[in-house]
């Protein structure tokens, strides 16, 4: 059977589902989580207008509260994105180390 092939950012997954995208490889200790909480049109797209952006545990023995490591809200995904990639590359090699 294939390996599915998701869309990546920075040689790591993207995986959407309705307003929400997942930034990360669930086999790795964090992930991030972008909610796209308002979004414009522009012509026949929706351009994401206010995103949070989570950095989360997968450890899933922690309570879902405790799984948030940092929180913020940032104007278009973009952005969101950029700040949840650094994030996690900074989270992920601290844990190596």
Known sequence: MAKEKFLEYKGKPLVRS???VYYG???DPYV???NIKDADELKDIKLAKSVTVQLLSTD???PPLQRIIKKSEKAGLFTAL???ATWLERQLKKDSQ
Do not use: I
């Open 18 to 20: 309705g307003n929400t």
């Open 25 to 27: 490889d669930m086999n």
């Open 32 to 34: 991030v989580c972008l």
């Open 60 to 62: 899933e023995s922690l």
């Open 82 to 84: 950029d700040l949840g």
